[in-house]
């Protein structure tokens, strides 16, 4: 692209935006300074236009040659300052001290005309000093899911990392047989995993491990520098976001499927995509990863496993915090999520204020779920939508029959409970569609627009990332979405090469 068109504003690339790479000040063996090693035959695969805008770019002034370029390392980013970032963490109960942006680097950190500063990460870009026995590469498969999910979890309001594009190419790597590469350009606020603090705090490097912690307090907790002990504030910060998520993911039966402390943000993001689920029939012990032999990270076990990161988090923590009161904050973890997740479950099933009874009503709705293997998502949209809860098509929502009729009953009691609301029907139904959408991203129409990928066509994912950002919007053409997933869907495995 020659100068000249650039500078009338024509044909921009990530040069457009305002890089200041904070994280790349710090000490120098926090990270590895690193190029991306560019792949064969790279091509924009999508873009995702309310990430630029959120970034402060303008879609219309981009050059996609010239994103593509960038973000494959062809050319490098005037302003930004690429790092892969040093952590460790806990893999399935493990300390592994020997993590990091193996395949990844944050390219650096942009501040928006609104002073928002957002990290910019590019994952699949080859090996850098953390790779251990990996190649560096992401597969295509692997990527869409990411992207896939970022963009649900964004339609759903649940905390979320979201990615600005995906580049596809022509090289392939060994996966599941030989797959394509990709690399996705993922945008957060936040890279600062809950392994960057035990990295110090197990190298025993305590001076650095309060630096890190003020680097973040300063950046993403600053009310918490009012607080006697600015550190203790920080931990319960992160405790109640963290406790928050949880409760949103079980609220609509989101699996992670890898939950371990390198994979959980500083700032309560749902954070690295793997092999998760949300579940076509509401299952309590379901592993979606198939590597995960114990079950360590079922999904009825999420609230406990996420505790068990947060005591991680806390451990890390001791040589700045008195170690009684972080345990006393962990303390308070459960009733966090119990009341996070009363609290979307009341929004979820119509319930303006809150009552007595509703946590029995609540429980009792997941218990029969269990029983019925009830799809909760397209239940909950199908309450939403109804006039009279008699017309339900019961059978076609669950896994199995409702014979002791436990599902009719509480239809009853909870037709008695809605009675009760002060709310018009027109008003309820209203609140209800913003928190039961009529699309949920299901693993199987992940596996569709990723078959379509493979022959080159990018347009079912394109298609589908726009119907999971406004989830509650009727899509005609992609309605059957709104139905009953494939028979071929519960075959489906993933592992953790997804
Ligand atoms: P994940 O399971 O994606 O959370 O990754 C766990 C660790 O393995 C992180 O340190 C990653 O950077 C690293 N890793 C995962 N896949 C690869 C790969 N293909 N090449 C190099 N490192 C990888
Ligand atoms: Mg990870």
Redo the contacts with the bound molecule.
């Keep these: 692209m020659p100068d000249d068109l650039m500078e009338g504003g024509m044909a921009k690339g990530l040069e457009a935006l305002s890089f200041d790479n904070s994280y790349a000040r710090l000490p120098e063996h926090w990270y590895q300074r690193i190029d991306i090693k560019p792949l064969k035959g790279a091509h924009l695969a999508s873009f995702n236009p309310p990430v630029a805008a959120m970034l402060g770019l303008d879609p219309c002034e981009l050059d996609p040659n010239r994103l593509v370029s960038q973000i494959n390392g062809d050319v490098s980013v005037p302003g930004a300052d690429p790092i892969a970032m040093k952590y460790t963490g806990h893999?399935f109960g493990f300390y592994n001290p020997d993590?990091?942006?193996?395949?990844?680097l944050l390219l650096g950190e942009v501040i928006n005309d609104k002073r928002e500063r957002w990290d910019i990460h590019l994952k699949g870009i080859g090996?850098t000093a953390?790779?251990?026995f990996?190649?560096?590469?992401?597969v295509l498969r692997s990527s869409i899911r990411e992207y896939l999910a970022s963009e649900a979890m964004a339609g759903l309001g649940i905390p979320t990392t979201r990615a600005l594009c995906l580049v596809a190419s022509d090289q392939f790597t060994q996966r599941n047989g030989m797959e394509p590469c990709a690399v996705l350009a993922r945008v957060t606020p936040c890279h600062i995993r809950f392994g960057h603090f035990e990295y110090f705090f197990y190298s025993r490097r305590y001076d650095e491990l309060k630096q890190l912690a003020d680097y973040t307090i300063d950046r993403y907790y600053p009310e918490c520098r009012k607080a006697d002990n600015p550190y203790l504030a920080f931990y319960q910060a992160v405790q109640s976001r963290t406790a928050s998520l949880v409760a949103l993911w079980q609220c609509y039966g989101f699996v992670h499927g890898?939950l371990?402390t390198?994979?959980m943000s500083v700032l309560g993001e749902t954070f690295?995509y793997?092999p998760y689920t949300f579940m076509d029939r509401y299952e309590p012990g379901f592993v979606a990863n198939k590597n995960d032999d114990e079950g360590r990270y079922a999904f009825d076990r999420q609230p406990e496993i996420v505790l068990w990161n947060m005591s991680a988090l806390a451990q890390a923590l001791v040589p700045l915090v008195p170690q009684k009161e972080l345990e006393q904050s962990l303390v308070g973890f459960m009733k966090e999520f119990r009341d996070q997740e009363a609290l979307r479950m009341r929004a979820r099933l119509g319930f303006q204020r809150e009552e007595k009874g509703d946590r029995e009503l609540v429980d009792a709705f997941f218990r029969i779920a269990r029983e019925c293997q009830l799809d909760i998502n397209r239940f909950l949209y199908a309450l939403t939508e109804a006039n009279d809860f008699n017309g339900l098509d019961l059978a076609s929502l669950c896994g199995r029959c409702d014979t002791d009729g436990s599902l009719s009953e509480w239809l009853g009691h909870y037709r008695e409970r809605l009675a009760r609301e002060a709310a018009s029907d027109p008003i309820r139904r209203a609140q209800m569609r913003s928190v039961n959408p009529r699309y949920v991203l299901r693993n199987y129409m992940a596996e569709e627009v990723i078959r379509e990928a493979h022959n080159g066509d990018y347009k079912p994912l394109n298609n589908l990332l726009a119907l999971l950002r406004t989830p509650a919007e009727k899509n005609e053409q992609l309605d059957h979405y709104a139905g009953t997933p494939p028979d071929w869907a519960g075959a489906i495995c993933l592992t953790?090469s997804s």
């Design positions: 893999q993590l990091g942006d193996g395949r990844g090996r953390y790779s251990r990996g190649d560096g590469r992401a890898v371990n390198d994979n690295d793997g953790c």
